[in-house]
C-alpha cells in the first residue's frame, strides 16, 4: 500500500507526466518525419497548392507547440500544489507550536494558583509565584500579539502611532523587564549605549520587536551565556546589535528566518518552543519605520548578531 501510495506522489506523478511527454514528442516528430513524403505525395495528387514548404513545416512547428503547451499546464499545476503543500505544512507546524505555547505558561498560571488556594504559603513564595505568574501572562500576551500582527490582511500596512521616544532609556526600561528571564536563564547582560537619540517611533511596537529579539536569544541560547546589546550609530542610522552567544545560524537558514511561520529545523532546535512568527513580525514593524532588520552568524553554533537600524528623525536632536 506505501509503495502504491509513493507510486502516485504528485513529484512521481510529475516526473512520470515528463517522460511521457519526452517520449510523445520524440514519437510525433518521427512519425512527422517519416510519413512526411507520404503526405505530401497525397496533397499533390489532390490538391497541389495544399501543402506548401511554408504549410509543411506550421504543421510541424503547431504540434510541437500544443506539445509545450501541455508540459507548461502540467508544471504550473505541480508548482501551486507544490507551494500549498508547503503552506498546509508551516499551518500544521504553526498550530502544533502556539498549542504548546499556550499550554505551558497557561499550566504553569493554574499551578501556582491551586498551589495558593490549597496550600499556606509563605509571603516571600506568595511574591515569587505572583512573579512568575505575571512572567508567564507576559508571554501569553506577547504570543497573542504576535498572531493578531501576523493575522491582518496586510502586515506592511500596519498603522503606526509614532512619538517621540528616547532610544537609549527605553532600551534600559526593556531589558529591566526581561530581569526576571535573564536570572532564571543566569544571562549575563552586556548594555552599552555609545548615545541616546530621540527618535520618532512607535513605543509598542517596538517594544514587540525588542521583546522578540530578546526572547529567542533566551530561548536559543544556553544556560549561563552573554547577551550583549549595543546601541550605536552608522551615518543616518541608529542601530541596536543584539548579540547572542546561541546556537547561531547556518547560511541557508539566515535566507529564511525572517519569512512567516519558518522555524530552524535541526537536532538543535527540535526541543524549542516557538511559532515562526517573531521574526516576521519584526521585520514588518522595523521596515514601517523605513528602518531595516538582519541577521548575521559565522555558523552553527558560534551565536548570531540581530541588528535593528532605525533612521534618525529629521529636527530632533540627540
Known amino acids: 500500500m506505501n509503495k502504491l501510495r509513493a507510486l502516485f506522489h504528485p513529484i512521481m506523478v510529475f516526473i512520470g507526466v515528463q517522460v511521457a511527454w519526452i517520449v510523445l514528442m520524440a514519437i510525433w516528430v518521427n512519425w512527422y ?48 500544489w507544490n507551494k500549498q503543500n508547503r503552506l498546509n505544512q508551516m499551518q500544521s507546524n504553526f498550530v502544533a507550536s502556539v498549542s504548546h505555547e499556550l499550554k505551558s505558561p497557561l499550566a504553569s498560571i493554574q499551578l501556582y494558583l491551586e498551589t495558593l488556594k490549597y496550600q499556606d504559603v509563605s509571603k516571600e513564595e506568595s511574591i515569587d509565584f505572583v512573579e512568575t505568574m505575571l512572567s508567564d501572562t507576559s508571554r501569553l500576551s506577547g504570543l497573542i500579539e504576535n498572531i493578531l500582527q501576523s493575522s491582518k490582511a496586510d ?103 525572517f519569512k512567516k511561520f519558518y522555524r530552524v529545523q535541526n537536532e538543535d532546535t527540535q526541543n524549542i518552543e516557538g511559532a515562526g512568527l517573531g521574526l516576521f513580525i519584526s521585520r514588518e514593524i522595523v521596515k514601517n519605520h523605513k528602518g531595516k532588520l538582519r541577521v548575521a552568524s559565522p555558523g552553527r553554533g558560534k551565536g548570531s548578531v540581530f541588528t535593528v537600524s532605525l533612521p534618525t528623525s529629521r529636527g530632533l536632536t540627540v
Request: some cysteine; charged content about 25%; proline content about 3%.
Open 155 to 257: 502586515p506592511k500596512s500596519m498603522e503606526l502611532q509614532l512619538q517621540k521616544v528616547d532610544l537609549g532609556k527605553f532600551l534600559s526600561e526593556v531589558v529591566q523587564d526581561h530581569k526576571r528571564q535573564f536570572e532564571e536563564k543566569k544571562c549575563k547582560v552586556d548594555l552599552q549605549l555609545e548615545a541616546s537619540p530621540l527618535l520618532m517611533l512607535d513605543r509598542k511596537a517596538l517594544q514587540m520587536v525588542f521583546n522578540n529579539l530578546i526572547g529567542n536569544a533566551l530561548r536559543y541560547s544556553p544556560v549561563g551565556s552573554a547577551l550583549k546589546i549595543h546601541l550605536y550609530r552608522t551615518g543616518r542610522f541608529w542601530d541596536v546589535d543584539f548579540a547572542d552567544k546561541g546556537i547561531g545560524f547556518d547560511n541557508k537558514d539566515m535566507k529564511k528566518v
Open 33 to 80: 518525419l517519416e510519413n512526411n513524403l507520404s503526405i505530401k505525395e497525397l496533397a499533390q495528387k489532390l490538391r497541389p497548392d495544399l501543402f506548401t514548404a511554408e504549410v509543411e513545416w506550421l504543421i510541424l512547428f503547431e504540434g510541437c507547440f500544443l506539445m509545450l503547451l501541455i508540459l507548461a499546464g502540467v508544471y504550473v499545476i505541480f508548482v501551486y
